[in-house]
């Protein structure tokens, strides 16, 4: 009987030992669950959330005060005049005030004019020389006056030199390039103007290939077709040209047996040519002579040298050489300070010479 009621009472108690080591366990896990999120970890939470907080209202309202309302900033401390900044006065930019008008245009002034446009190389000067001897140079028939024919080469590079130079007066010629961006805008111009026109058609230098003579050159290494088919294009560049000059070509210019197909395309279009002179070896006033080509010559470059004493130097030069033998004819190009000089001084040089289209100076030789 005494162990029997010792089984029954472990009996008992075993069931109850372990269903309180079951109700211990459940009472330690929400323990811990509880304890990570306290009070107290809920109170540090609460905290950064305030800090964080504090810190974006403060960087908006220190965002609001620098830049949506500078006025209410509070004045900043004064400098000393040695720390003043000083600014330099700059220009007021005012819209001139309109002149009366005379019934006249004025031309452009140089300072207005845009930046020049790249043009190619203008032209291989040759050394002073004296001309060579036993090369006379006809004269067209004088009038009472000294005659000067002033041609602007290189044309067709910059409308706005080019409407510049046609504005000091419609007596000055310009030449013009082949292939160049405005030739014929420039020819239009020209034509509107009363100003006569040239071909200034590219010639090989004897520089070649170092210095190039641009599109549309002709070459000494070309045959009569080839050639002759390029003088037509170019030729047809400038619709308007009323005769030639030539652009470089100091080594074909002293090639008689290159020239005389090139002239008698001159003589059945009732061209006349302008021999530039680039050498003192150029045939090409017996070419004109050989095939009755109304023929004029350079006697003077204006402005090789860009300075305005050199220039002016020049002009009066052509004016002294008109004076001497009756006419003569300069040669310059489309640079800014070309044009300024000519418009300081042509009136002045009216006075003493007229000035004529270079069509004028040109003449058949017997």
């Given at each position: 009987m005494a162990s029997s009621k010792?089984?029954?009472?472990?009996?008992?108690?075993?069931?109850?030992?372990?269903?309180?080591?079951?109700?211990?366990?459940?009472?330690?896990?929400?323990?811990?669950?509880?304890?990570?999120?306290?009070?107290?970890?809920?109170?540090?939470?609460?905290?950064?959330?305030?800090?964080?907080?504090?810190?974006?209202?403060?960087?908006?309202?220190?965002?609001?005060?620098?830049?949506?309302?500078?006025?209410?900033?509070?004045p900043e401390q004064a400098l000393s005049p040695a720390q003043v900044p000083v600014k330099q006065p700059q220009a007021v930019k005012t819209k001139p005030q309109q002149e009366p008008d005379s019934g006249q245009e004025k031309p452009p002034l140089v300072a207005a004019l845009p930046p020049p446009k790249p043009a190619p190389v203008y032209e291989v000067f040759p050394p002073a020389h004296p001309d060579p001897p036993g090369l006379p140079v006809a004269r067209p028939p004088s009038g009472d006056r000294p005659r000067i024919?002033?041609?602007?080469?290189?044309?067709?590079?910059?409308?706005?030199?080019?409407?510049a130079?046609?504005?000091?007066?419609?007596?000055?010629?310009?030449s013009i390039l082949p292939f160049s961006p405005f030739a014929g805008q420039v020819g239009e111009m020209a034509k509107s103007s009363g100003t006569q026109v040239l071909l200034?058609?590219?010639?090989?230098?004897?520089?070649?290939?170092?210095?190039?003579?641009?599109?549309g050159a002709l070459l000494l290494s070309m045959d009569t077709d080839t050639m002759l088919g390029i003088l037509e294009q170019n030729l047809a560049q400038v619709p308007y040209a009323q005769g030639v000059n030539n652009h470089m070509?100091?080594?074909?210019?002293?090639?008689?047996e290159k020239l005389y197909p090139l002239f008698t395309v001159l003589k059945k279009r009732g061209l006349f040519f302008v021999d530039s002179v680039t050498s003192a070896q150029s045939q090409a006033f017996s070419a004109a002579r050989l095939l009755q080509v109304p023929f004029g010559r350079r006697d003077i470059f204006i402005d090789h040298e860009q300075t305005p004493e050199f220039i002016e130097s020049q002009l009066k030069k052509l004016v002294g050489l008109a004076k001497k033998n009756g006419f003569s004819v300069g040669i310059a190009h489309?640079?800014?300070?070309?044009?300024?000089?000519?418009?300081?001084?042509?009136?002045?040089?009216?006075?003493?010479?007229?000035l004529v289209p270079v069509s004028e100076l040109v003449t058949i030789a017997g």
């Open positions: 010792k089984r029954s009472t472990q009996a008992k108690k075993g069931p109850a030992k372990k269903a309180a080591k079951k109700t211990k366990t459940k009472k330690k896990t929400p323990a811990k669950k509880a304890g990570a999120k306290g009070p107290k970890g809920l109170l540090v939470r609460a905290l950064v959330s305030l800090v964080l907080l504090g810190l974006v209202v403060a960087g908006g309202m220190y965002l609001a005060d620098r830049y949506l309302s500078p006025e209410k900033r509070q024919a002033i041609i602007i080469d290189d044309m067709g590079y910059d409308m706005a030199l080019a409407e130079f046609m504005s000091l007066s419609a007596d000055i010629t310009i200034h058609l590219p010639l090989e230098p004897k520089e070649y290939p170092k210095v190039n003579p641009g599109p070509g100091s080594a074909f210019t002293a090639d008689a489309p640079h800014r300070l070309t044009f300024e000089i000519l418009k300081k001084n042509l009136e002045l040089m009216k006075k003493e010479v007229d």
